[in-house]
């Protein structure tokens, strides 16, 4: 079971997991950032990165969040991978305290 | 002469260690806009660190990190100069002389010792030589595990003692299909321990292991993870840190615990796996080796997030013929590099190595274990090592001294003159090869060579 970015990362994309990928395994859209199973080697290295816990274990996915394992299995590959920390989307600070963060 | 990092004066970069800070200063440095050459030293003759020899056996998909090492391998801006030590078959002084710049980059090679009496004796280990002996590291080959006895006890609660708490729990069955060297899965299919007791100092909401880690021990074929319910029992202090939003992982980690802890016990399994808390090793006895430990109980005392232990007097003793402990690592110092004794690390600023006085050593760059400290994934080194190539390239102006730099051709002279047989990454890649082609009829995706005598014979 792959490792997987969920609906809070929606409007923020912080990237700050994207710095400790060893594989470079986040791509990434307007909306927020995919991983791409067959890249990632389930490390976890990325989950407690996130300032707004959007990333999980697959093994510990709230079930809520079920539907984004296959959005990222599906949309990753075909997007540019994000190799490097990027700004946040515009908001992103306002939507990390609406989520209580 | 011509601008630095340019077609015409290449940087020149000798990186020392291959393991994964190396791979992500190479990466990190082929990527950037300058031109550059890398040399990669590597004291043994495969590269990969603590991928190949550290990450256990049974964690094969985290051992893919390899694949993207291979990709920077290929570039012909990266060379691979391996089974060359730093110190002894080339100095640093020589690499300063032949490199722009020189990033260390050898981990943590040492463990931290207990401090306690008996911490000698036969039969107490260090985690590091059961992990490299398991993972056929040739510094650990022909380490002895006696596994007669029926309890095994680890010092530590992080993930290698978590590695080596599952490998000693897992069946051969379990085992016999990942890379673990074949010298250690026959010791291990003749091991007698029933009992594996992880003993962390302080209590179920600061173990430093992670969820997926603890997670396995629910899942073994033929062993019972054990916590004891009144171990679940926290004081007020570890109750505010789990109700802390970032403090999830911890509290991840006390969910399961506790379930575990909820859990009855799986007669059908023939091992337990008992995690201790609130407890700390104060005297390893025996006659002529290990025969039990004497352990101490432990109070928290501090702030939330900053509690620490304190041995409270109460002893237990629990016998036992085999302990290892796995209470952090420490780097090995090299001559003519600065070294920090009680951190066991470069000491350096951002990156940037620095003397006794906090002055930046010109040349000198650091990154990965033997930089921060042995904490973090492997992952967290690339962060790291991105890091400090940030810092060498804004010192590039001052990093040409004007000297015409030989860089890997110096090196080999030295290396040819004093007939120290060297493995390039061409080499290396017959020895994988060979490697991959061993493990296929049983099943394992390699069978390891173990002695360096075997891998230099593989390159022909």
């Known amino acids: 079971m792959t490792t997987i970015v969920t609906e809070n990362c929606k409007n923020c994309r912080f990237t700050d997991c994207v710095t400790v990928c060893p594989v470079a395994c986040f791509h990434y859209d307007d909306d927020m ?22 990333i999980f274990e697959g093994d510990d996915i709230p079930e809520d969040q079920e539907k984004w394992i296959e959005i990222n299995a599906e949309k990753a590959p075909d997007l540019p991978v994000c190799e490097e920390q990027m700004d946040p989307l515009p908001g992103a600070e306002e939507r990390k305290s609406e989520l209580g963060f | 002469m011509s601008t630095l990092g340019t077609e015409q004066n290449p940087l020149l970069v000798a990186i020392v260690g291959s393991g994964p800070s190396g791979f992500y200063a190479a990466e990190a440095l082929i990527k950037s806009d300058i031109t550059v ?23 094969q998909k985290l051992k893919q990190a390899i694949k993207l090492y291979e990709k920077i391998a290929a570039s012909p801006d990266f060379n691979l100069i391996a089974n060359v030590t730093v110190g002894k078959d080339v100095t640093v002084e020589d690499l300063s002389e032949s490199h722009h710049a020189v990033i260390f980059t050898c981990g943590a090679e040492s463990d931290r010792k207990l401090g306690v009496p008996g911490e000698d004796l036969k039969g107490s280990h260090t985690a590091t030589e059961f992990v490299g002996w398991y993972n056929g590291h040739p510094d650990y080959r022909d380490r002895e595990f006696d596994l007669s006895h029926d309890v095994a006890i680890i010092i530590g609660q992080g993930n290698v003692a978590a590695d080596v708490s599952r490998i000693l729990s897992k069946t051969v069955d379990e085992l016999k299909h990942t890379d673990i060297a074949q010298h250690a899965l026959d010791t291990l299919a003749e091991s007698k321990i029933k009992e594996i007791h992880v003993i962390g100092r ?144 470069i000491p350096n600023d951002k990156g940037r190595v620095t003397d006794n006085d906090n002055n930046v050593v010109s040349q000198f760059y650091t990154a990965g274990w033997i930089k921060r400290g042995p904490s973090g994934i492997i992952g967290t080194n690339r962060a790291c090592s991105v890091e400090t ?26 290396l040819d003159s004093n007939n120290i047989r060297h493995v390039n990454y061409a080499e290396w890649k017959k020895i994988d090869a060979k490697e991959i082609e061993r493990g296929e009829p049983k099943g394992k995706p390699r069978e390891k060579y173990t002695y360096i005598d075997e891998m230099l014979s593989a390159t022909d």
């Open chain 2, 389 to 414: 190539v940030g810092c060498l390239l804004q010192d590039l102006p001052n990093l040409d001294d004007g000297s015409k730099k030989l860089g890997a051709a110096a090196i080999y002279t030295i």
């Open chain 2, 202 to 345: 302080r209590g179920p909401a600061q173990a430093k292991l992670t969820p997926k880690e603890l997670r396995e021990f629910g899942e073994l074929a033929d062993c019972s993870p054990i916590v004891l319910e009144q171990d679940m029992i926290l004081n007020p202090e570890s109750e505010k840190e789990l109700e802390e939003k970032s403090n999830i992982a911890s509290k991840k980690i006390y969910d399961l615990f506790y379930e575990f802890s909820k859990r009855d016990i799986d007669s059908s399994k023939s091992k337990k796996c008992f995690f201790s808390f609130l407890m700390g090793p104060k005297e390893l006895v025996g006659n002529s080796r290990l025969e039990k430990v004497v352990l101490e109980k432990n109070g928290l005392s501090g702030e939330p997030f900053k509690q620490s232990a304190r041995g409270t007097g109460e002893t237990i003793e629990l016998e036992s013929g085999i302990l290892f402990r796995s209470i952090g690592y420490r780097g090995v110092p090299i001559e003519g590099v600065p070294f920090h004794e009680s951190w066991g690390t």
């Open chain 2, 37 to 59: 050459k890398v040399d990669v030293l590597e004291r043994l003759p495969s590269p990969f660190g603590l991928v190949r020899s550290g990450v256990a056996p049974d964690h």
């Open chain 1, 33 to 54: 950032l995919y991983i791409d199973p067959d890249v990632c080697i389930d490390c976890s290295a990325c989950i407690p990165e996130c300032p707004v816990q959007a």
